[in-house]
Each structure stands twice: as C-alpha cells, then as structure tokens.
C-alpha cells in the first residue's frame, strides 16, 4: 500500500525502530542500509512518475559544515512532488525533497582522506521498485566497498545519526 510522500520520514523511522534501532542512535551501518532497503520498496504516493525521476536514491559521504566537519556517511531517498501546477506546462518543475539518515563518525586514521576520495556521492538511481531497485542497491553497495576508506566507515558505529525530510536543493 503506497504511502502519502509527507510520510516518507515517519515510515522510515518505523522500520528503523521495528528493526531495534534509533534514528538518532544508529549503531550498525549495515543494519541502517538494511533498513534503508526495506523503505525504498515501499510505493509512495503524490511524486512525479518514474519517467520523471519521481523517485530515486542515493549514498553520499564527506565532510559537512552542518555537522561540525565530521565524517559522514548518508543514505537518502529524493521525491520528485508535483506542484499542483497544470501538467501539460513543459515549463512546470516539481519540488524535490530528501528523506535522509546521516550517520556521524568519529576521526580516525582510516577515513583520515575522505575528502580524496574523488567521489562524494553514488549518483542517484531511478529504478523501478522491486527486482530492479534490490539489484541497484547491491551495485551501490559494492561500489562504496570498492573504497577502503569507507568500507571501514561502514564497519563503525556512528557517534551519532539524524533522519529528516527536507526540501532538497
């Protein structure tokens, strides 16, 4: 049963919790990607259509002025809203918002290069949920293994971890 897009925060968070966990206390990155994975299947209603990037996903890691410089790591779900404008408008945008939980980390010599690693993101991915979004999820997860540094990050507890949902960019 698809879920409304103002949602998409509060049923993530449910699932975190079903799982054991605490959206402001993540202690395994890999159960929060599990977490993360389970929500992506879920359909959400009021966002564009996938012909129009309505829904997509992505793993971004850096350093970040809002959380102190600290090493993060983030998985985010963005939602293309439609407007409400008159669709056949080819000037009409939708509105992007960002359900993301970031997880915090304390320095250590590991991730000590983060910053030069040449990639801050995955990119996002737009495929289609069920088969397709399960084997997209298991490309991004070997890609962020394919760096050292962030496959020891995600053997880490994070110190600290938010969720939200945010208007994007």
Wanted: glycine share 10%.
């Amino acid at each position: 049963m698809p879920i409304p897009w103002t949602s998409s925060a509060d049923v993530f968070a449910r699932i975190l919790r079903r799982r054991g966990i605490e959206p402001d206390a993540v202690g395994a990155v890999d159960a929060a990607w599990d977490a993360f994975g389970e929500f992506l299947q879920i359909e959400v209603e009021g966002i564009e259509g996938p012909g129009n990037d309505g829904d997509g996903f992505i793993a971004e890691w850096g350093r970040w002025d809002w959380n102190d410089d600290q090493p993060s790591l983030s998985f985010g779900r963005l939602l293309a809203v439609g407007d409400g404008g008159d669709r056949d408008d080819p000037d009409r945008q939708p509105q992007y918002w960002k359900v993301e939980l970031e997880l915090v980390f304390a320095e250590d010599p590991a991730w000590a290069d983060l910053d030069g690693l040449g990639h801050q993101d995955t990119g996002f991915d737009h495929r289609r949920i069920g088969t397709p979004r399960s084997a997209a999820l298991r490309e991004m997860r070997r890609f962020i293994e394919s760096y050292p540094q962030l496959a020891a990050m995600w053997r880490t507890a994070p110190t600290r971890s938010s969720l939200t949902l945010e208007r994007a960019g």
